[in-house]
């Protein structure tokens, strides 16, 4: 497990990379800012997040995977009380983590001291690969220590962990970017994964639009509890995507962390 870190972060940027690629060639809307501004703010918040995890890794060493190994040793968590090939419990824990993240998701949208959070995400004025990494620390913060307590409660193999992990950031950066993928592709992706299109949906600036899809790797549990909505509804070219109030500020980093604390 001492790859892990470098295996993730090597996935991130291979996968960052190709995404950012594709966008610039096969864009699926015009951008409303110069790339630049945004990216930079985008990219700092990540370093903010990522030493924020590296934080928190002192108190609990290797957070989520380091859960899974500890839970192993003790001896907790289901998993560790029932035998099950190793592909089927792999199988059954993404699963579970990843209802888990979109459950979470739907909260964040709805206890408004949560939604104070979550809303930096949303106030991205444009939409591609780096908003999937545009997250307030303090909610990054919170959703580890929510993964920490399910894993605990799991006992999963370490092993689905990290490839829990590595499907979420490489679904969440290819549902964030602003890649045109042909109609009958979409339709078909969508019948597992969340497109561009579908999560676009979810950064409307219309509360009805933005309260739905809310999954972030898989599609199936917004059709399964019906907060499904296919399409915009002034279309992918038209809709406003962002918070209500549209300006530039979103793309400033003392602005984007201070969101949360902020009267609006
Ligand atoms: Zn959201
Ligand atoms: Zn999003």
Redesign the pocket.
């Known amino acids: 497990m001492e790859n892990e870190t470098i295996i993730r972060f090597g996935v991130f940027l291979g996968l960052f990379a190709l995404l950012a690629t594709l966008e610039a060639l096969a864009p699926r809307r015009a951008r409303s800012q110069p790339r630049s501004t945004r990216w930079v703010t985008n990219w700092s918040v990540t370093v903010v997040n990522t030493l924020t995890l590296r934080a928190l890794a002192f108190a609990l060493p290797l957070l989520a995977v380091g859960a899974a190994l500890d839970a192993e040793a003790q001896g907790w968590g289901l998993f560790n009380a029932i035998a099950l090939p190793l592909w089927l419990e792999v199988v059954i824990v993404v699963l579970i983590m990843d209802f888990a993240i979109w459950l979470q ?1 739907l909260v ?2 709805k206890v408004p001291l949560l939604w104070r959070l ?1 809303r930096v ?2 106030a991205d004025v444009d939409m591609d690969v780096t908003t999937a990494i545009r997250f307030h620390p303090v909610e990054i913060a919170l959703s580890m220590l929510l993964k920490i307590g399910l894993v605990y409660l799991l006992g999963p193999a370490a092993i689905a962990v990290v490839l829990f992990e590595i499907i979420l950031n490489g679904t969440a950066m290819f549902n964030h970017s602003n890649l045109a993928l042909p109609a009958w592709l979409d339709r078909i992706v969508r019948l597992v994964l969340v497109t561009p299109d579908m999560h676009r949906v ?1 950064h409307s600036v219309h509360r009805h639009e ?1 309260d739905s899809n809310y999954g972030f790797s898989l599609s199936i549990w917004d059709k399964m509890f019906g907060t499904y909505i296919a399409q915009p509804k002034a279309g992918h070219d038209d809709m406003l995507v962002g918070l209500e109030w549209q300006d530039t500020r979103p793309s400033k980093l003392g602005w984007s962390l201070a969101l949360p604390f902020s009267r609006k």
């Open positions: 998701h964040t949208h979550h995400h949303h979810h933005h």
